[in-house]
């Protein structure tokens, strides 16, 4: 038994494939390039040139004219899957997933389909729930002329079923998404039925050129209205076809893995970068890329992966076309990471969010890459970043700077206030598991250079670091993790690739060797990191090098939102200020004796800014 699902795409994406799953990129006939790797919808008899209205309809149609060998042929989408197996076995049609591993979906829908498939005539989604019917749903969005054509046609050359159209067109039940998976013989009945329809609809005089783009993709949206009409006669007609009705996986909030397949990899010569973010995060995150960008070779491609939480669509949109204001060659890559992390250990004494943890889902969504260059978003570039993406670090699996400031442990005890740590330097030596002379270099993980060609099974090395980030007790999360990894397979990096902005003194208790060092490149950083949280430049206060941080924001889409942020919180301090002060004046008035006190205490106060 041969099993065909075509999965359509008509952008990079995820790439579902397996035995039963093709790839097909639709609409390939407008398109500036093919998707490598996959089938193109505009080969043999075709209707590719009608994607902006016939949707995912083009590859339905491929497969109905081209396909002649399959048992079972059928439709999804590149992210959103029908759940063969029955895996969400209650809930709406539509579900929305977390996480999904291609792999592992894939390898349990072909075991489902090898053993179950062939007691099935029909699988496709269970019935989604309106609060209208079905032509009052269409209608609300969209031009009533094409679904008035729509009916025309059943009435006149599919008669027999439109009792069946109209009981589905008056109902509040829909199939959604044009997918299904049917048996070749009901297959070929669907399609020669829907596409008659479909294509005298489309054929039919009716003015179209005030049309939205969404508007214009009205053929998709009847043919949904079809397939619930279709079903509907078939469950009349033919009450022994064998349905099984089963959700819709929508990834689009999901974390799927991998993300980039060798099969979608980059040209060679694109910089393949990788930043992390939430939405405080996001303006920092436009600041550190108009540094970038400003000192970048224009002519190299970038492809930007960008890893966030809590961002919605439309900043998504904002920050995108932004970059590509920038320059045009450069691609953003937002992939969604959603609460991954949210359950994973947070050290009673460090603030930030559990994003931080978000770079270890590197290794599962880009296995396709060779080479990955990380950067924390609170930097600021001063040269081309291609010099250090290019950099040469032989067979060593990750190149980073030291951590000058973290070294002091070797000096002696460091003593935190964390409960869990109550000495840096034993944590150093028997959490982490590292040797003075590792220690020396222990590195910060807010630039790293991950050599992924010779860390072999890079699932393998991902899975390891999410086992770490969701079971260990780290206090410096995620940076801790990578070096109790990565201690003995470590290039370190020149060291003006990763300069602090903290004062002097903070390396005070640094070993003479590595502090010489630190020194060294602070007197000529080629990156700049607002690392430490007392010298960040958007709290509003004087921090070292904070001018470069606004130069870079100013160009961006941001610079208003962090200064009204920055007034907001100045008119809170203020007003808290004002309370104590009315609270102070009232103390007085009842009790005069406090009256000196409470002046010494006032103009304390006012000092403060």
Not at 79 to 88: F, K, N, S, T, W
Request: glycine share 4%.
């Amino acid at each position: 038994m041969k099993v065909s699902i075509y999965s359509a795409y008509h952008k990079l994406s995820p790439r579902v494939s397996s035995k039963s799953i093709q790839p097909i990129h639709v609409g390939a006939a407008l398109a500036k390039a093919p998707l490598a790797g996959m089938l193109s919808d505009n080969t043999g008899d075709n209707i590719s040139d009608k994607n902006g209205s016939f949707c995912e309809l083009t590859a339905l149609y491929w497969a109905w004219k081209n396909d002649r060998d399959s048992d079972f042929i059928g439709l999804m989408h590149y992210r959103r899957l029908l759940d063969v197996a029955g895996e969400i076995d209650s809930g709406p049609a539509e579900a929305y997933v977390g996480a999904v591993d291609i792999d592992s979906w894939t390898a349990r829908a072909e075991a489902w389909m090898e053993t179950e498939l062939d007691n099935w005539d029909i699988v496709l989604p269970r019935l989604h729930e309106m609060g209208v019917s079905v032509e009052n749903n269409y209608l609300a969005g969209h031009h009533k002329e094409d679904f008035d054509k729509m009916r025309e046609v059943i009435a006149a050359d599919h008669p027999a079923y439109l009792d069946a159209f109209n009981t589905a067109a008056k109902s509040t039940d829909m199939r959604l998404g044009n997918i299904a998976l049917m048996r070749r013989e009901v297959f070929d009945r669907y399609c020669a039925w829907l596409f008659d329809i479909l294509l005298k609809v489309d054929a039919a005089d009716i003015d179209r050129s005030n049309y939205s783009p969404y508007q214009s993709r009205y053929i998709g949206f009847l043919a949904e209205r079809l397939m619930t009409a279709f079903i509907l006669h078939e469950q009349q007609t033919n009450p022994s076809t064998r349905i099984r009705e089963t959700a819709i996986a929508n990834l689009s909030k999901a974390v799927v893995t991998p993300y980039l397949t060798q099969q979608d990899k980059p040209a060679d010569d694109v910089m393949n970068l990788a930043i992390a973010a939430d939405r405080n995060y996001l303006p920092h995150a436009s600041a550190m890329m108009s540094s970038l960008l400003a000192h970048a070779d224009p002519k190299r491609p970038i492809a930007l992966y960008f890893l966030h939480s809590g961002i919605e669509a439309d900043d998504i949109e904002i920050f995108d076309g932004w970059l590509k204001s920038q320059r045009g060659n450069i691609q953003l890559h937002a992939i969604d990471t959603g609460n991954y992390f949210d359950d994973s250990y947070r050290s009673s004494s460090r603030a930030p969010s559990n994003a931080t943890y978000n770079r270890f889902l590197l290794f599962n969504l880009l296995p396709g890459l060779d080479r990955l260059l990380y950067l924390d978003v609170d930097i600021i570039l001063k040269t081309d970043v291609a010099k250090l993406y290019d950099t040469d670090i032989g067979e060593a699996k990750i190149g980073a700077v030291p951590d000058w400031i973290m070294t002091r442990t070797l000096t002696g005890p460091i003593p935190t206030i964390d409960p869990d740590v109550p000495d840096l330097s034993a944590y150093h030596r028997d959490r982490l598991e590292m040797s003075d002379e590792q220690i020396a270099r222990y590195f910060n993980a807010g630039v790293l250079l991950f050599n992924f060609k010779a860390m072999g099974d890079l699932n393998a090395v991902g899975r390891h670091l999410l086992h770490e980030a969701q079971n260990g007790r780290y206090l410096f999360r995620d940076q801790d993790i990578l070096n109790k990894a990565f201690k003995d397979d470590l290039y370190v990096l020149d060291g003006r690739w990763n300069v602090f902005n903290s004062v002097d003194a903070a390396y005070s208790k640094v070993p003479t060797t590595n502090h010489a060092k630190a020194m060294e490149a602070r007197r000529d950083p080629w990156i700049i990191h607002y690392a430490d949280r007392a010298y960040k430049p958007w709290h509003g206060v004087a921090v070292p090098q904070s001018g470069l941080y606004w130069q870079a924001l100013i160009n961006t889409p941001y610079y208003g939102e962090v200064m009204a942020s920055l007034q907001a919180a100045s008119r809170r301090k203020l007003f808290d200020k004002t309370r104590i002060v009315e609270a102070g004046k009232a103390v007085g008035q009842k009790y005069p004796v406090l009256n000196r006190p409470l002046l010494i205490t006032y103009n304390t106060i006012r000092k403060i800014r």
